[in-house]
């Protein structure tokens, strides 16, 4: 990789999180820390507003942005996947949103890269005989974002109903169905809704718990 493309794989990084570390981009490009240092010295010096927080990292300074430049085939082809995914196991809106970032996608590749991303999308299906939607999922994934409390009536597998305020870390596609994963303030635990279970749902307030576990560690609780 040459430098020039190095550098804008380092803006696309710092665009794409709130806060990098130097040790982050030194692995994902296989550069020194030294040359990380240099590099975003650089950004800088084109205009960029790169700055930097102790203990968090380095980040782009709120307002900038910098529309994308290029996607490659195989980045669009990639993303045309996902979202034949989501047309089938994600629900209405979510589905909606992902057709239409693909045709801001499209809008922003070279007229031959284009025609081959419109070639590709009619060439894939996802079939599957047991389809996972479930009506909840966008509100779902705002909570999730927004660290905003749910208020749900449940049904568990007893057939048993009762009502809950949880706080969602993150959901989870196996056994043919979606999962929302969250702390039950109920249970006081983390626990694992099946969320075709889920008879109502409503968003509420912010987290009132501090400082959740990762999904990632939820899952390696399972071991």
Known sequence: MNRVDRLMGILTVLQAHKFVRAEKISEKFEISIRTVYRDIK???EIGIPVSFENNKG???????????VSLTTHEANALILVAALANRFADRQSAR???????????????????????????????????ALNRFLADVQKAITDQIILKIHYTDAKGRNSRREVEPIGIIYYTEQWHLIAWCWKRHDYRDFIMSRIGSLLLTGPFKKKNHITLDEHLQSWN
């Open 97 to 131: 949103a992902a057709t239409e970032a693909i045709e801001k996608i499209r809008a922003v590749l070279r007229p031959p890269d284009r025609d081959k991303s419109e070639q590709f999308s009619g060439k894939v299906r996802v079939l599957n005989s047991r389809p």
């Open 58 to 68: 380095y980040f782009i300074v709120q307002g900038y942005f910098l529309p994308p």
């Open 42 to 44: 650089a950004l800088g």
